[in-house]
Nanobody
Framework: QVQLVESGGGLVQPGGSLRLSCQASGFTFSSAAMSWYRQVPGKERELVATITSTGGSTNYADSVKGRFNISRDNAKNTVYLQMNSLKFEDTAVYHC????????????WGQGTQVTVSS
């Protein structure tokens, strides 16, 4: 059974930092591209960052470039999102997302973790 479990969210002041983690199970993690998305009520889910299966390539939304860093540890089946210099507009529910190829394309979402940036 495929599972993605996020952790590390919380309340932080503007300018602060948080590190999100996503623990994966039920599939071959090292074969999956991993992403972080975020969603604010009433808005579409936004892609924040993506990392390839080997970790050799990453991509970021323009709004987080230079502030966020996505990384992965394939030995621990975990992907991370280090968020620095947080802004009010980073407040959202952050979701982990995995996609990988088998006989077909597979996709899975985590339940999300709330990040609130507030003074």
């Amino acid at each position: 059974q495929v599972q993605l479990v996020e952790s590390g969210g919380g309340l932080v002041q503007p300018g602060g930092s948080l590190r999100l983690s996503c623990q994966a199970s039920g599939f071959t993690f090292s074969s999956a591209a991993m992403s972080w998305y975020r969603q604010v009520p009433g808005k579409e889910r936004e892609l924040v960052a993506t990392i390839t299966s080997t970790g050799g390539s990453t991509n970021y939304a323009d709004s987080v470039k230079g502030r966020f860093n996505i990384s992965r540890d394939n030995a621990k089946n975990t992907v991370y999102l280090q968020m620095n210099s947080l802004k009010f507009e980073d407040t959202a529910v952050y979701h982990c997302y995995a996609d990988w190829w088998g006989p077909r394309k597979y996709r899975s979402w985590g339940q999300g973790t709330q990040v609130t940036v507030s003074s």
